[in-house]
């Protein structure tokens, strides 16, 4: 993924990551069927290279992001309700817009004409409902609060925690569901990974420095807060809130780490059942399974074994009463955002305005659009996709990728450092990549959810089990290769390494990322080099593990592989250098993939657009020559003003580097940068040819 979004928030399924994207004019597709809501916003125009976002009184060979950014951040400050602001953010803003529109004619319509309309209409009008919610208060939880109550002794806690992950999903106590089996990718199984914690990552209860310890306190302080908003006394919430702590504290430090999960190797541990019931006994599993439903299975692949191991520990040493204080809070806690007022704005006390800077909660509208399309995405997605998509937007975007993947191939076989065995074996796996633009082929089903008017936190519940049970019902079955992990309105998109295949939804083929109104050069550096980025994640130090079906599997020569590690330790080096805020360097372990993508996909831009416009006579436009204006397209997708507190998060959380880097870092090793600002050698974006870092 991208970033906000892999240029925006990129993202993983086991190993997954992403990408955005391109589209032409939304006008210019006319619905085709089903239902009819007309009257859309149009999405406010913004050309993909703004001559007025850059700051030419900087000297691009100095500081190449400023110079292409530094008008937009002086012209685009962090919005109150942001905790960071950015061209992604920015079109994901009008896009929700756009999705409002949608929902409130579906909501507005006495009869609706077809399921999936009433559907979204319903959700949204039940979470737009503020006086039903507050007045109902916790109310929506008191069936879960009372069976946790009624919890007598450890060994219910298998029927109770299955009961609970149905609504509540990794917030109680681990994940689960299926996946695709590392070794057979036609084939689902079963799994189980570490979860259950309610500070963003495990390293926030490790870490020793002040400011950990800090955030420790003020956590502590939020879970207090919780417990009284439940209606504990002051006593009695402080030592459930220091209970909570402890008993996270123990589950955080047998988690794996962010850069250990990074390694696929170290996420395989398929085991029988008999194998299972040997590495937590005290966890009845037999009952959880029976619980949740699950068909008959062999093999689960627990990912941390170490996490379970610690959890069969505390089964024994633990109080039942101390679980159930443990069940209470994780409940509450995680269903805060969709509860009263006090409860969804203590939530953002802390996890927006403390732990991210934010000031002001989203308007209401904002977080209603944001849940439907989370819980009902590709209903949603349905309508989306007639209004805003048609077949010439993913024929433009398919002859880029094709482009772009001529340019890998091309790229694979002049390489001096690879055996010809390995070069066949990655042309292999380049040929089986799979492009997937817009939308899925087959729309997903949400008929057997009943989504009411009246019930704001029934309705995600319910849409929650349905999803986790759909995941549930994959084990034992066919990997289905046409499913999708991201909802067409999304401004985001993804490789997935197991699936081999790239996914461009909807949502993030529009200007700026994309402009047909424009020269190939800003399309290129921009939309290409995001195109080149998804593509190279295949060939990264984690996809490059895959192989051309999607199974963990070994295809490099020894030598090979060493070069290949040799030459992206070269970017780890490199990023590793680079300071995040504060003295907080960039954990270049953590950003190693995606800083490989944005070098790999950018490169395979220039070489793509060279080729595209091979016969085409190119002048300079508004005194940029074709190549700085390639390369000012390029910074421009990554425009970001951010705040110190989310740089903070997600140096520690977030896989891919600060955007200035991820522009910077880049072009100190494109020699065409460097030739097209004349740029000498010794400035800032001029590394000496010895210290090029050079991959694919």
């Not at 802390?350 to 989370?374: N, S």
Request: hydrophobic letters at 35%.
């Amino acid at each position: 993924m991208w970033w906000v979004v892999s240029r925006p928030t990129e993202y993983k399924i086991m190993v997954k990551q992403s990408a955005l994207f391109l589209i032409l004019i939304l006008s210019s597709f006319a619905p085709t069927q089903g239902a009819q809501i007309n009257q859309d916003p149009a999405f406010p125009y913004t050309p993909s290279l703004d001559l007025t976002a850059m700051d030419k009184s900087v000297d691009a060979c100095v500081d190449f992001y400023q110079y292409a950014c530094g008008g937009w951040q002086r012209n685009n400050p962090i919005p109150s309700d942001q905790t960071s602001w950015d061209v992604y953010r920015k079109l994901y803003e009008d896009n929700l817009k756009y999705l409002r529109s949608i929902l409130e004619q579906a909501a507005s319509l006495e009869a609706n004409p077809d399921v999936v309309t009433r559907q979204i209409g319903d959700f949204y009008t039940a979470c737009m409902d503020e006086l039903t919610v507050e007045k109902r208060g916790l109310a929506p939880l008191k069936a879960d609060l009372n069976a946790i109550s009624r919890l007598r002794s450890k060994r219910q806690l298998a029927q109770i925690v299955g009961r609970l992950q149905l609504s509540y999903g990794s917030a109680i106590l681990f994940r689960h569901g299926s996946t695709q089996d590392p070794d057979n990718s036609e084939q689902q199984i079963a799994e189980l990974d570490q979860g259950g914690l309610g500070l963003p990552d495990r390293d926030y209860y490790t870490k020793d420095d002040d400011k950990s310890k800090e955030i420790r306190t003020r956590y502590v302080q939020h879970v207090e807060r919780v417990f009284e908003l439940m209606g504990d006394d002051a006593g009695t919430a402080k030592r459930n809130a220091n209970t909570i702590m402890t008993l996270e504290t123990l589950l955080a430090k047998a988690s794996m780490t962010r850069v250990d999960r990074r390694d696929p190797y170290k996420l395989k541990h398929k085991m029988n059942v008999a194998e299972l019931l040997k590495l937590a006994p005290k966890f009845d599993w037999a009952v959880y399974y029976k619980e949740l439903h699950y068909p008959s299975f062999e093999i689960v692949n627990v990912a941390p074994p170490d996490f379970f191991r610690e959890l069969n520990l505390q089964l024994d040493r633990i109080s039942v009463a101390n679980w159930k204080t443990y069940l209470r809070y994780r409940v509450v806690d995680s269903a805060s955002p969709y509860l009263s007022s006090t409860f969804a704005e203590e939530n953002f006390n802390f996890y927006r305005k403390y732990l991210r800077g934010v000031d002001d909660m989203q308007p209401r509208w904002k977080r209603c659009v944001q849940y439907t399309d989370g819980n009902l995405g590709e209903a949603l997605g349905q309508i989306y996709v007639r209004k805003t998509f048609g077949p010439e937007a993913e024929a433009r975007t398919l002859d880029i990728v094709r482009r772009i993947e001529e340019a890998m191939r091309k790229r694979v076989r002049d390489l001096d450092w690879m055996s010809s065995e390995t070069k066949q074996q990655a042309l292999e796996k380049l040929v089986g990549i799979r492009n997937k633009i817009g939308h899925p082929e087959k729309w997903r089903d949400y008929s057997s959810v009943r989504i009411t008017r009246d019930d704001f936190r029934g309705n995600v519940a319910r849409a929650s089990e349905f999803e986790r049970r759909r995941q549930i019902n994959k084990v034992g079955k066919p990997v289905d290769r046409g499913e999708w992990q991201m909802t067409p309105p999304t401004v985001n998109a993804y490789y997935d390494p197991q699936m081999n295949d790239i996914n461009f939804p909807a949502g993030v083929l529009q200007p700026p990322l994309f402009d047909a109104k424009l020269d190939d050069a800003p399309n290129y550096g921009d939309t290409g080099g995001t195109i080149g980025h998804e593509l190279t994640h295949g060939f990264d130090d984690e996809g490059s593990q895959f192989d051309a079906k999607g199974n963990l599997k070994n295809w490099w020569t020894k030598t090979d592989r060493e070069k290949f590690e040799a030459r992206t330790q070269c970017v780890e080096d490199q990023y590793a250098k680079y300071v995040v805020v504060d003295d907080i360097h960039i954990n270049s372990k953590l950003t190693l993939g995606e800083d490989v993508a944005d070098l790999g996909g950018e490169i395979l831009a220039y070489v793509a657009w060279k080729d595209a416009t091979k016969d085409k006579l190119l002048t300079p436009i508004d005194g940029l020559t074709p190549d700085q204006r390639f390369f000012v397209g390029f910074a421009q997708w990554a425009c970001t003003n951010e705040r110190p507190e989310d740089l903070r998060v997600r140096a520690i959380t977030d896989p891919h580097s600060p955007a200035k880097y991820r522009i910077n870092g880049v072009v100190v090793n494109m020699p065409e940068f460097a030739e097209a600002f004349s740029c000498k050698p010794g400035q800032p974006m001029i590394e000496p040819a010895n210290q090029i870092c050079k991959v694919w």
